[in-house]
């Protein structure tokens, strides 16, 4: 069974999610339901919404449930496997008032899966250049967030999820190694 199946997923929804290891005040929950809701509103049943996260969700879900949006969006704690959930996204979203890094950006663009986050993430820095499109200010509407995630989805033919998996390789674990190693060679080179 695939993770769309297990979670209820139909073949002709788009799944967007924010997937993280918890606090939803920082990671804007509240934020991601009002676009869950603006969504609904512009395409009603087009849209399924996950949120992954080991935090306390009876306020977000409630706030789902006045929007009418509750049926739509799912709630799981932290995964196993996160990459399979990734991978079932059609964007990864992280609308977050504050993120020191994020890595499950780069986990997400690893995974071939778009996304599109707040440029409070500081793994926007990675995307800022290169995808602009794909970093929002923090400041932006909940209906700004839904046209472009909109946008980003009605691009079916897109390549954009290949193009970021391949694009985010240069910033693994080995690749950020190697150039350390390099700037450290280069720092003794001078020094002698």
């Not at 969700?57 to 509750?70: C, L, R, S, T, W």
């Amino acid at each position: 069974m695939s993770t769309r199946d297990a979670l209820g997923v139909a073949k002709d929804e788009k799944l967007i999610g924010l997937v993280t290891s918890g606090n939803f005040a920082k990671r804007n929950v509240m934020g991601f339901v009002e676009m869950a809701a603006e969504l609904q509103r512009r395409a009603p049943g087009c849209y399924r919404f996950l949120v992954v996260g080991k935090d306390k969700a009876a306020e977000y879900q409630q706030q789902a449930q006045d929007a009418g949006v509750a049926e739509r969006i799912i709630w799981r704690s932290t995964m196993p496997d996160v990459e399979t959930v990734f991978g079932a996204l059609d964007l990864f979203v992280l609308p977050a008032h504050i993120e020191e890094f994020g890595l499950v950006v780069a986990e997400a663009m690893a995974c071939a899966t778009p996304v599109l986050v707040s440029d409070r993430v500081g793994a926007s820095e990675l995307l800022a250049d290169t995808y602009p499109d794909l970093v929002m200010n923090h400041e932006a509407s909940s209906a700004e967030w839904a046209g472009r995630m909109g946008m980003l989805l009605d691009q079916e033919e897109t390549a954009i999820g290949g193009e970021l998996a391949n694009y985010v390789q240069q910033y693994s674990y080995i690749a950020q190694r190697e150039k350390l190693k390099e700037s450290l060679q280069r720092l003794a080179m001078k020094v002698v």
